[in-house]
């Protein structure tokens, strides 16, 4: 199951700043949480991920709290093509990995850019 | 670049048959992955791959087989088609293990399978 809680779905105007929040309440102090977005009819794509500190990159921010219990993906200003799934994701033990770890998905929250 | 090359985009099989389906990287990534996603889901795991010549099974391996013969390569095999496996599927790479600082997953278009 997946280690995260996302809202189903978000409404957003365009040109605005969008917060997708996501609750990890279990998560452990070496899980990097990492975020992801699919747009539709296409495979998903990485956003941004973060361990404790705040991260900026050319598509977005990640905001983590200081208890890391949950964070905030951050679109500065969204346009039409952000709409999409955003999914927030932690890894979990998995024993068959060689890495002992692998990405759980949840169902994500589908973000909807209103014109 | 090209990335994550996946074959066919679409496909409709009968129940009982059999298919490849066709996943290539150009980015000399290490670790190769084929994921399902069913509507409205997550992606699930079904084989992994972390070198040429090494695989091993995810969360969902029924009804599937793959090999890794190349760097490059990572087929998924589907024997006996039944319509639980109608779905879209995702082949993955990356550099790194999933997870790890290092482990940003880069992913193909998908190939969308209806059994009938």
């Known amino acids: 199951d997946a280690k995260t809680t996302q809202p189903n779905s978000m409404e957003s105007n365009e040109e605005e700043p969008v917060h997708l929040p996501c609750n990890h309440s279990?998560?452990?102090?070496?899980?990097?949480i990492h975020w992801y977005r699919q747009l539709p009819s296409q495979g998903p794509e990485y956003v941004i991920h973060?361990?404790?500190?705040?991260v900026n990159n050319r598509m977005a921010s990640l905001a983590i709290a200081e208890d890391r219990k949950s964070s905030t993906l951050i679109l500065h200003r969204a346009t039409l093509r952000d709409a999409a799934v955003y999914y927030c994701?932690?890894?979990?033990?998995?024993?068959?990995?060689?890495?002992?770890?692998?990405?759980?998905w949840g169902a994500g929250t589908k973000l909807i850019i209103k014109p | 670049n090209a990335g994550v090359t996946q074959t066919p985009k679409f496909r409709i099989l009968k129940i009982g048959q059999s298919m490849t389906l066709q996943c290539t990287q150009d980015?000399?990534?290490?670790?190769m992955y084929w994921y399902r996603q069913d509507p409205g889901m997550g992606l699930k795991l079904i084989y992994y791959?972390?070198?040429?010549?090494?695989?091993d099974k995810g969360e969902v391996p029924n009804g599937y087989n793959v090999s890794r013969s190349t760097t490059e390569d990572f087929p998924l095999r589907l024997e006996l088609a039944a319509p639980s496996q109608t779905s879209v599927y995702f082949c993955?790479?990356?550099?790194?293990?999933?997870?790890?600082?290092?482990?940003?997953?880069?992913f193909g278009e998908g190939s969308r399978l209806t059994v009938l």
């Open positions: 980015m000399n990534h290490n670790y």
């Open positions: 994701i932690l890894r979990d033990y998995f024993s068959g990995m060689d890495s002992n770890y692998q990405l759980i």
């Open positions: 791959s972390v070198g040429a010549g090494i695989t």
């Open positions: 973060g361990l404790t500190s705040n």
């Open positions: 993955a790479s990356s550099y790194g293990g999933q997870g790890a600082r290092t482990g940003e997953l880069f």
């Open positions: 279990t998560i452990s102090g070496t899980d990097y």
